[in-house]
């Protein structure tokens, strides 16, 4: 039972700080805010995380464990290339907006914390996604329906710009969305530079 607490009140702690982040801005991000938009004393929240720092390498370990898990078994399942490559999109886009915050988060921590575990966490993370679309790229253009004159490593920073403008946009707006059409625009536009 305690256990089951413990998980519910970290996630209420992480979801506080994820509104604050969306609504108020990375600069109201502090232990103070964080515990009062959750409900709690500081002192309820240093019992589940010792810091701030804490909090982000569970959020850290929550991307990993609900995108990256799926983005690798996407990666390497037996579908054709092209189907996964859409899938792959989809399924990225599709947490993006439905787990509004995260990758400003991610972004900001990256570029703005000098924490080493963290940077190297977040280093791992993004090097993984590169490796899961290259390798969909590279089995695409082995089994001979793309351009092999395309670097997939190229084609990947290209991608994992795309997301980024996403995140962007969707905090501007101030609202999330899931735009399926987007998906399919993004595929279409990977499609068209690999085209033979």
Not at 25 to 52: C, D, M, P, Q, V
Not at 132 to 155: A, H, Q, R
Request: net charge positive; charged share 25%.
């Amino acid at each position: 039972m305690t256990s089951k607490i413990s998980t519910k009140r970290r996630k209420q702690i992480k979801e506080a700080l994820f509104d604050i982040l969306v609504n108020d801005g990375i600069n109201k991000l502090s232990t103070k805010n964080i515990s009062e938009k959750a409900g709690i004393s500081e002192g309820t929240l240093y019992r589940h995380f010792s810091s701030k720092t804490d909090i982000y390498l569970s959020i850290v370990s929550d991307v990993e464990k609900d995108l990256f898990s799926k983005l690798q078994k996407i990666a390497y399942s037996s579908h054709p290339p092209r189907k996964r490559l859409k899938m792959f999109i989809c399924e990225h886009y599709k947490y993006l907006t439905s787990h509004r915050g995260v990758s400003l988060l991610l972004f900001s921590l990256a570029t703005y914390n000098n924490n080493q575990q963290l940077l190297t966490e977040l280093s791992q993370l993004f090097n993984l996604q590169k490796d899961y679309f290259c390798k969909i790229i590279t089995d695409g253009m082995e089994n001979g329906i793309w351009d092999t004159s395309v670097s997939p490593e190229k084609l990947s920073d290209f991608y994992m710009g795309i997301p980024s403008t996403l995140n962007l946009e969707i905090n501007l707006k101030k609202g999330s969305f899931y735009n399926k059409q987007l998906c399919n625009q993004v595929y279409m536009m990977i499609l068209k530079i690999l085209r033979k």
